[in-house]
């Protein structure tokens, strides 16, 4: 008898049709190494491997909306229509090899303007001077993270043009190719600090309420809906705990999801913490799934994340209801080919490109061909 596995179930958001559960997590490279926010070769054959390895569909690096919204100078970009090119080359590949990718579109905010203190750097991880490139950063008031410097709190027009930069980049997606958008609204970056009451101190109608708290978000998934039109999938990572005393808690985040839905949002990607400096907390196994499970049994659809690396353990959150995918991070850095070693190990089809069938059939599995 055919073995059968949920992981590996297609999955259809709006126009779109991914081939499995097994996502690739938003992953900063901060290779764009001229400081200008353009993608390079090496990102061509960093997400074309993930196509080969038969991952669903990849979430691009955080990518910044604005050149001050970066993490660090060495993010990606897609602020201006000369980053389009680039992208699109690395979307062609991606699709010339049957994969499909999504583009995580980011504000650092407060985080925002460090170097980031790669193995082999000169510079350690600190700010990056005024003098050699850096900004001052925009955050929801002039309250630092930890020891990073203070950021300026926002107006309302700093506002209404970030909710613009993030329409503007996410029709530049749409020209570039990408298949879906993911708005970051987790990790203490600009959304976040605005969403969570612990950052968030302010009295207008940016903050005060939950109401205030959501509306920089609720705006933006708003508008980015209306800009890409009814056919294009929008995700939108959350913080679903902040994991700090008064701060978001799963039931808030599920509260929240729904309304994202509302306004247009498909997926709620489910992450957690990074709003606090020096927060402490013990990430095991699936440290992150029960808050996706709650958030999806609210009614949202979403996505788990967090040291899921086992085929079985990704299998049972997505067979068991917690979510309807399951994103890696690491685990797709140590082994891109992790879904078909996952699918071999459930017994079920391996995705794989036609072209490769010779390593893939004459086995007792059959392949599920990507395009390629
Ligand atoms: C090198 C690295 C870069 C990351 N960059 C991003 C990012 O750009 N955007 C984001 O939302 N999360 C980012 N994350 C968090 C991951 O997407 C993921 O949520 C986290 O690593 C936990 O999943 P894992 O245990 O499968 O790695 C990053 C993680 C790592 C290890």
């Known amino acids: 008898m055919a073995h059968t596995s949920a992981l590996f179930e297609p999955l259809a958001v709006r126009a779109l049709t991914v081939p499995n559960r097994v996502w690739l997590s938003p992953m900063c490279m901060y290779a764009a190494i001229s400081r200008d926010g353009m993608v390079t070769r090496g990102h061509q054959v960093h997400y074309g491997q993930f196509a080969l390895g038969g991952v669903g569909l990849m979430l691009t690096e955080a990518t910044a909306v604005v050149p001050e919204g970066r993490v660090t100078p060495f993010d990606a970009g897609l602020w201006s229509d000369a980053q389009v090119e680039p992208w699109r080359e690395v979307v062609d590949t991606v699709h010339d090899l049957g994969g499909r990718i999504a583009v995580q579109l980011a504000h650092a905010g407060r985080k925002s303007g460090h170097y980031p203190g790669l193995p082999g750097d000169e510079q350690p991880a600190v700010a990056v001077p005024c003098d050699e490139g850096g900004w001052v950063s925009l955050g929801a008031t002039g309250m630092a993270f930890g020891d990073y410097p203070h950021p300026r709190p926002a107006s309302d027009e700093d506002l209404r043009a970030a909710v613009d930069a993030y329409v503007d980049a996410a029709r530049r997606a749409v020209s570039v190719g990408f298949d879906a958008v993911e708005i970051h609204a987790g990790h203490g970056y600009l959304i976040h600090e605005f969403l969570s009451p612990v950052t968030n101190t302010r009295a207008d109608r940016w903050g005060g309420s939950v109401e205030g708290r959501e509306r920089l978000l609720r705006e933006i998934v708003r508008d980015v809906r209306s800009a890409v039109g009814p056919d294009l999938p929008v995700l939108v990572r959350l913080s679903a705990e902040d994991a700090v005393p008064g701060g978001t808690l799963a039931a808030d985040t599920a509260a929240t999801s729904i309304r994202l839905i509302g306004d247009g949002a498909d997926l709620i990607d489910c992450s957690g913490g990074g709003l606090v400096a020096g927060t402490e907390y013990r990430p095991g196994p699936g440290y992150q799934v029960a808050a996706a499970e709650e ?24 067979r068991t209801g917690q979510a309807d995918a399951v994103l890696l991070g690491r685990e797709l850095l140590r082994n891109p080919f992790w879904a078909q ?26 392949l599920r061909a990507l395009g390629w």
């Open 295 to 318: 958030v999806h049994r609210a009614g949202a659809p979403a996505a788990a994340v967090g040291m899921i690396t086992s085929a079985a353990q990704a299998e049972t959150i997505i």
């Open 341 to 366: 070693q996952a699918a071999r190990e459930l017994g079920v089809a391996v995705p794989a490109p036609r072209r490769y069938y010779r390593a893939h059939w004459g086995e007792e599995l059959t």
